[in-house]
T-cell receptor, first 114, second 113 residues
Framework: DGGITQSPKYLFRKEGQNVTLSCEQN?????MYWYRQDPGQGLRLIYY???????QKGDIAEGYSVSREKKESFPLTVTSAQKNPTAFYLC?????????????FGQGTRLTVV | GQQLNQSPQSMFIQEGEDVSMNCTSS?????WLWYKQDPGEGPVLLIA?????ELTSNGRLTAQFGITRKDSFLNISASIPSDVGIYFC?????????????FGQGTRLTINP
């Protein structure tokens, strides 16, 4: 079945460590996104990518890094520079070449700093 | 970053009641999307709107793309317990070359049986 897969579902990180969250899609979508969600809050855009080997910063990119080496994959690294990384992280994808399209989300990764 | 104003922030209703929520923006959008999120899960798309004035239904859900292109509403009729969750609006700004989706802050729906 086509869809977006995020892994792991739960992730624990020690302070000072970098961690990488996985996002894979087999929908043949061009654009992929990473959002952060804090309790009781909406979704804030971290990074997005419209094509392979290209990505742009969103509203809260500091302390995060991404890569887009393959169309299907858009991993997010939470670096030690992110001072408050505990949150729910959501990956989404959508077609890019069509003007008006829906975005589809993965199941999310809950990151906790211990 | 660009913001959408979604209201109300929370709703407490009785089962069977109708629900209405809306999103507004200071700028023009060319796409409006409505999502529902259950606890610990990713948002699931409910309704997509692409034309000003468009009115679309999905079962008990109805959403409209405002004629000014700066707002949208979602109605849920005859609410049932499984409607509980957080509802988000999302919009695609009318900015050429950009594919960013902007999200509202969400409406948390609680239903008393």
């Amino acid at each position: 079945d086509g869809g977006i897969t995020q892994s792991p579902k739960y992730l624990f990180r020690k302070e000072g460590q970098n961690v990488t969250l996985s996002c894979e899609q087999n929908l043949n979508h061009d654009a992929m996104y990473w959002y952060r969600q804090d309790p009781g809050q909406g979704l804030r855009l971290i990074y997005y990518s419209q094509i392979v080997n290209d990505f742009q910063k969103g509203d809260i990119a500091e302390g995060y890094s991404v890569s887009r080496e393959k169309k299907e994959s858009f991993p997010l690294t939470v670096t030690s520079a992110q001072k408050n990384p505990t949150a729910f992280y959501l990956c989404a994808s959508r077609p890019f070449r069509e003007l008006n399209t829906e975005a589809f989300f993965g199941q999310g990764t809950r990151l906790t700093v211990v | 970053g660009q913001q959408l104003n979604q209201s109300p922030q929370s709703m407490f209703i009785q089962e069977g009641e109708d629900v209405s929520m809306n999103c507004t923006s200071s700028s023009i959008f060319n796409t409006w999307l409505w999502y529902k999120q259950d606890p610990g899960e990713g948002p699931v798309l409910l309704i997509a709107l692409y034309k000003a004035g468009e009115l679309t239904s999905n079962g008990r859900l109805t959403a409209q793309f405002g004629i000014t292109r700066k707002d949208s509403f979602l109605n849920i009729s005859a609410s049932i317990p499984s409607d509980v969750g957080i509802y988000f609006c999302a919009g695609q700004p009318l900015i050429q070359g950009a594919q960013k989706l902007v999200f509202g802050q969400g409406t948390r729906l609680t239903i008393n049986p």
